[in-house]
Structure formats: C-alpha cells, structure tokens
C-alpha cells in the first residue's frame, strides 16, 4: 500500500519558519520526483517545490528563497524547510510523488493527506 504522510505543519507568526516532513512507503522512493503543493481556502491546487529522482530542485517563483526543500532516500523522506513566512502562505499542504511530476501537478501518481499551514499577520 502506498502511504505518504505528512507532518509539521501548525500556527506561525509571520516572518517565522516551519519543516514539513512526508514520510512515504510502498514504491521505490528513489525513482520519484517528490513534490509539495499548496491549496488555500478558495484557490486551487499550486506547486510550490519539487526535487526530482536526480536531486534537481525546482521552485515556484512566490516562494523561491524562502523555501528548501530536500530528500533523504535512505529514509524514504522529503523535507519543506520554509522561512519568512507570509500570511498568503497559508494553505493545506501536500506531498505528492510521480514519476514524471511538474509543479502544475501533473504527472503526481500519489498523493498524502495534507497539513494545514497558518500564517498569522
């Protein structure tokens, strides 16, 4: 069974960091690009990062320098560093896999349950 499971998220102040953690199990962690996207109440899905099987790292403009994100293959694990946040941070995130994953969110095979993100101003 494939499981992503994400972690961290919570209540910030603005100008304040959080690590969002995805856990996943039931593929071959190493042959996906893992992803996380973001959904604010009344928007649609974004992508805000990804980091590809070969390591590459891609990120939306809105969170570029602000946002890391990175993996650990020997534990299955992909990681969203984010500082200065803002209040339009503020979404539902998702971790997302694909093989072949954009930040349009094509190409995502599986996809976690999603944390709540809350940037207070």
């Known amino acids: 069974e494939v499981q992503l499971v994400e972690s961290g998220g919570g209540l910030v102040q603005a100008g304040g960091s959080l690590r969002l953690s995805c856990a996943a199990s039931?593929?071959?962690?190493?042959?996906?690009?893992i992803g996380w996207f973001r959904q604010a109440p009344g928007k649609e899905r974004e992508g805000a990062c990804i980091?590809?099987?070969?390591?590459?790292?891609y990120y939306t403009n809105s969170v570029r320098g602000r946002f890391t994100i990175s993996r650990d293959n020997a534990k299955n694990t992909v990681y969203l560093q984010m500082n200065n946040l803002k209040p339009e941070d503020t979404a539902v995130y998702y971790c997302?896999?694909?093989?072949?994953?954009?930040?349009?969110?094509?190409?995502?095979?599986?996809w976690g349950q999603g944390t709540q993100v809350t940037v207070s101003s």
């Open positions: 997302s896999a694909g093989l072949y994953l954009h930040l349009g969110a094509y190409g995502a095979d599986y």
């Open positions: 039931g593929f071959t962690f190493d042959d996906y690009a």
């Open positions: 980091s590809s099987s070969d390591g590459s790292t």
